[in-house]
């Protein structure tokens, strides 16, 4: 069966391949994925803290201990494996936007949140304190970013500042 022209022209316009409908497809379906990956994070950053708490009430000595080395060898782990992890996150959502393309490969790539996420955990159940702000700002600019990669949506400084809002 032949699709009539004018019904032909109408999904050409404004059917599901046009840009406006794949940008909110990204979107919608990046901030979807956000919360689930925000909402894991603070539920694994809340148990690190728990844990580390347990850890202190029956040997209160351990945090003496622990906590310098185990946040040193996460420094030191940062440094060598996934650089632009340091800091807080919002720096890096905020360089990212001077360089959308180039950002995704390195400060809001996937490899470099899903270190942050890790060792964020990691020096929580040490005992460092450590926020949870910064971390999701920027896993949720690198969540957007690459949504608008799968839909083939040119990438633009407020997709990392869309992206880093609901945190």
């Keep these: 069966m032949k ?11 404004h059917g599901p391949t046009v840009p406006f409908w794949r940008r909110r497809v990204a979107i919608l379906g990046g901030a979807v994925m956000i919360g689930l990956v925000a909402l894991v994070f603070a539920h694994l950053a809340d148990w690190a803290g728990e844990r580390f708490v347990v850890l202190a009430a029956r040997w209160w000595w351990a945090p003496l201990i622990l906590t310098p080395l185990g946040y040193a060898t996460i420094a030191g782990l940062t440094a060598r494996f996934a650089p632009a992890a340091r800091g807080s996150g919002i720096p890096q959502v905020m360089a990212a936007t001077g360089d959308p393309d180039h950002a995704i490969s390195a400060l ?7 270190v942050k996420l890790a060792l964020t955990i990691g020096t929580l159940l040490v005992g460092a304190s ?5 971390p999701t700002v920027q896993v949720a600019a690198s969540i957007m970013g690459y949504a608008h990669r799968l839909m083939a949506i040119p990438l633009r400084a407020s997709v990392f500042i869309a992206g880093g809002l609901p945190a």
């Design 3 to 13: 699709i009539p022209d004018q019904a032909r022209d109408i999904l050409r316009d």
């Design 108 to 114: 809001v790539s996937a490899k470099t949140v899903i």
């Design 130 to 134: 450590t926020g949870r702000e910064g």
